[in-house]
């Protein structure tokens, strides 16, 4: 083989591992609750398999990296009422990051919002579940992350139960994130429907509507996406696939 041949041989070899790196791929947090006991009821809740499911199905095809965190770290238990491993995204999923069975499913590993270095994540987006609702809007790291990633430009998505990470959450400029903003959310007719409105520590509609958000509400348990700008929410679990679409949608719209 002469020089020009190696040379260029050598150059080949440096060049193909710097495009299957893919270093153009957005970044994204994937949030999920550590919270596990519904209210006083002795029953557990946590996060809802297929609202994380569906969206870490959706980033996954639309090439995004994707790492799951929440409030503190470690375990995420999930809602046994959504561990339905025959739906295929759910399946897909817990064989990637399940630990445990029915009764004790959980996510192992998660990074604690705590230690995420914000700067280097395009988005985040919070899955719901019941739990979202005592963990997401105490937690002060889950706020810092939020706003950090949402001055710099990034996409903010949630659903179902998981806006409750939007519930008082401040902006640099003391504004709230949601005030004006057209949103989706798990609503008091479909709480009621599923015997938790006295369970729940409050209402997300009743706070959304309080921070002079616009709640779009839809029919109970149907589709229901809404995109304001790179603000992205959704009702209910049936809303999970399309709201990570139009997250994904608004997050390549900021790279543009």
């Known amino acids: 083989m002469n020089g020009s041949r190696i040379l260029a041989t050598f150059l080949i070899s440096l060049s193909l591992p710097a495009m299957a790196d893919d270093a153009a791929a957005k970044s994204v947090l994937l949030v999920l609750s550590n919270h596990s006991e519904l209210g006083d009821t002795g029953k557990k809740t946590g996060f809802y398999l297929s609202e994380a499911a569906h969206p870490y199905k959706v980033f ?143 209402s997300l509609q009743d706070s959304f509507e309080g921070m002079d958000a616009t709640v779009v509400t839809g029919e109970n348990f149907a589709e229901n996406a809404v995109r304001d700008g790179k603000l992205v929410t959704g009702q209910n679990p049936a809303s999970a696939r399309k709201t990570a679409e139009l997250f994904v949608a608004a997050l390549k719209e900021a790279g543009e």
């Open 60 to 202: 996954e095809k639309a090439g995004l990296k994707v790492t799951l965190a929440s409030p503190d770290g470690g375990i995420a238990p999930v809602d046994p009422k959504s561990f339905k491993l025959d739906d295929s995204a759910n399946a897909s999923f817990w064989k990637t990051f399940g630990n445990g069975n029915e009764s004790s499913a959980a996510v192992a590993t998660t990074l604690a919002l705590g230690d995420v270095k914000s700067g280097q994540f395009d988005g985040i987006f919070f899955a719901g579940g019941h739990g979202a609702m005592w963990d997401f809007p105490t937690s002060a790291d889950l706020r810092a992350v939020t706003a950090d990633i949402w001055s710099r430009d990034g996409t903010v998505g949630a659903v179902c139960h998981g806006p409750a990470a939007f519930v008082n959450l401040k902006l640099p400029d003391g504004s709230l994130l949601v005030k004006g903003k057209k949103v989706a959310v798990f609503t008091n007719a479909e709480e009621k429907a599923v015997e938790l409105t006295g369970v729940v520590p409050f």
